[in-house]
């Protein structure tokens, strides 16, 4: 069973920025895709980013392209979401989450594994 555990979230200021881990336990990590999503209170989970498990192959949604990046390390069997210029906006609980697609995807429902979350928020 995988496990997922999110960290590095916290308060910051606008125009700052934050990287998240998510580190893995559980099945073999450098052969499996990997989601970021997050929820702002009263919202749906919102697509942010996906990673290929070679990391080779990123996606990005519109409303944070440019801003952040998606890494990963095999070797830790970790992952990290690099955010810079935060916005107000971002602020959410961020998740990743393994998918269970060969190729990628940006549905909620096609990922199997997720973490718990981590708090980021972004004040103005």
């Known amino acids: 069973q995988v496990q997922l555990v999110e960290s590095g979230g916290g308060l910051v200021q606008a125009g700052g920025s934050l990287r998240l881990s998510c580190a893995a336990s559980?099945?073999?990590?450098?052969?499996?895709?990997l989601g970021w999503f997050r929820q702002a209170p009263g919202k749906e989970r919102e697509f942010v980013g996906y990673?290929?498990?070679?990391?080779?192959?990123?996606l990005y949604a519109d409303s944070v392209k440019g801003r952040f990046t998606i890494s990963r390390d095999n070797t830790k069997n970790t992952a990290y979401l690099q955010m810079n210029s935060l916005k107000p906006e971002d602020t959410a609980v961020y998740y990743c989450?393994?998918?269970?697609?060969?190729?990628?995807?940006?549905?909620?429902?096609?990922?199997?594994?997720w973490g718990q979350g981590t708090q980021v928020t972004v004040s103005s």
């Open positions: 989450a393994q998918s269970t697609y060969r190729l990628p995807t940006i549905y909620p429902q096609n990922y199997e594994y």
């Open positions: 990673i290929s498990a070679s990391g080779y192959k990123t």
């Open positions: 559980g099945g073999t990590f450098s052969t499996y895709n």
